[in-house]
């Protein structure tokens, strides 16, 4: 049997960040703002049309474009919509600490909801999801500070294929730590 790829619709989220770019280089706030939210309302509608169903990250990251982008047209000024990474990173980051504090993970709750036994113990993942909600956290200051003084040229860069070269050398370095806690029987 033919395994069917899955199209990587993850690459629609740049839409609305390179449109307002692209619209905020050569037309006015504007034009950027209104092109920004209409296409992040059309990424969310494209994802339920092709997977059935739209994912609470997508709502989060569309609920913020739409809201900062309404509060930039109210203001006349870019920046609040630019702080949408900032503000994701703090809400993903603050429901890893929720979870934290309540002895939950959220990668073993996604685990057994998919039926799937955890291949790792549970406090290696407990311990992933700290590091994880860390980065975060400091990616979303990174991201405030690149959105207050940066152009939005910068700015798109760092949104889009900055985040996820950070994020691998983050993950790299992740399952190096892992690796060498498990090996000499670190908890954490």
Known sequence: MK?????????????????????ETYF???????????????EMGVEKKFTGHVHTM?????????GLGVISLIAKEG??????PTLT???VASYLVFK????DSLMLDMLKDMKQVAPLPAETYKT???HLCLFLIGFAVWMAKVAL???????LMWKTGGFYGVFAVFMVGEMLYLRFAMNNGLKK
């Not at 069917?4 to 619709?9: A, G, L, M, N, R």
């Not at 997508?58 to 739409?66: E, H, M, R």
């Open 3 to 23: 395994s069917q790829k899955t199209p990587p619709y993850f690459l629609m989220s740049f839409i609305p960040a390179v449109a307002y770019w692209l619209l």
């Open 58 to 66: 997508s709502k989060l990251n569309i609920s913020l474009v739409v």
């Open 100 to 103: 934290k504090f309540k002895g």
């Open 89 to 91: 990173g703090l809400c």
């Open 128 to 130: 992933m999801e700290w």
């Open 149 to 155: 003084y940066e152009s939005t040229a910068t700015w």
């Open 79 to 84: 920046i609040w919509f630019k702080l949408q």
């Open 28 to 42: 006015s706030l504007e034009v950027a703002l209104i092109a920004g939210i209409v296409l992040g309302v059309i």
